[in-house]
């Protein structure tokens, strides 16, 4: 079946530093792909997509690349703020499946 | 344009009992699914309903239901309640089945004692 694998948190970082959470996926088709943030008490919010190859999602500073070659959607930011300290969730659908797979999250701390 | 919406946020309930959560999605999406989170498992998708019919279901036991109304409004009952039920169950609505971007309300939080 279809699966996402991301990196094991926790990520302790430093303000401004530059972060890197790795994603791969296992899917029949062509799957779109999300990065999803959830701060504490809250319920998801998508941070960024991309629905094919080769196409990249950006958002607020973030941004992935849709990988087909290596089955990979890693997320990237230059410079963090401690605003950016959340859990983060890489997730696919897969077209015919009509639902989201996540991955396990990684928590992100980022200290000033 | 208000966003999804689930009620209620918290909730305490003891083992045996049953509990009713709601979901008012954004207006005019029609499709709406429901995951469940816990430390140990993650974000686990539970079903999904689209113009008033399950479309798709998790693996989940049987005492987990739910159902959608002709306004898109939807409704999950878990029933006979053990304390691994203790999770946040979110709730998420998109345009229609095809419509890859789905929009996540706040979760309830239920905890079974």
């Known amino acids: 079946g279809d699966s996402v694998t991301q990196m094991e948190g926790p990520v302790t970082l430093s303000e401004e530093a530059f972060l890197t959470i790795n994603c791969t996926y296992t899917?029949?088709?062509?799957?779109?792909l999300f990065w999803y943030v959830q701060y504490p008490g809250e319920g998801l919010q998508l941070l960024l997509k991309a629905t094919k190859a080769d196409d990249k999602g950006s958002n607020k500073g973030f941004e992935a690349t849709y990988r087909k070659e290596t089955t990979s959607f890693h997320l990237e930011k230059g410079s963090v703020q401690v605003s950016d300290s959340a859990v983060y969730f890489c997730a696919l659908w897969a077209p015919n499946d009509y639902k989201l797979s996540f991955g396990a999250g990684t928590t992100v701390t980022v200290r000033a | 344009k208000a966003g999804v919406t689930q009620t209620p946020r918290y909730l305490i309930k003891t083992r045996g009992q049953q509990v009713t959560l709601s979901c008012s999605p954004i207006?005019?999406?029609?499709?709406v699914s429901w995951y469940q989170q816990t430390p140990g498992q993650g974000l686990q998708f539970l079903f999904e309903?689209?113009?008033?019919?399950?479309?798709n279901k998790g693996n989940f036991p049987g005492r987990f239901s739910g159902r959608q109304f002709s306004n898109s409004r939807s409704e999950m009952n878990v029933s006979t309640l053990e304390l691994g039920d203790s999770a946040l169950y979110l709730c998420?609505?998109?345009?229609?089945?095809?419509?890859?971007?789905?929009?996540f309300g706040q979760g309830t939080r239920l905890t079974v004692v």
């Open positions: 309903y689209f113009s008033e019919t399950q479309r």
């Open positions: 899917a029949t088709g062509y799957p779109s």
């Open positions: 207006s005019g999406h029609r499709s």
């Open positions: 998420a609505s998109s345009q229609d089945r095809m419509n890859t971007e789905a929009f």
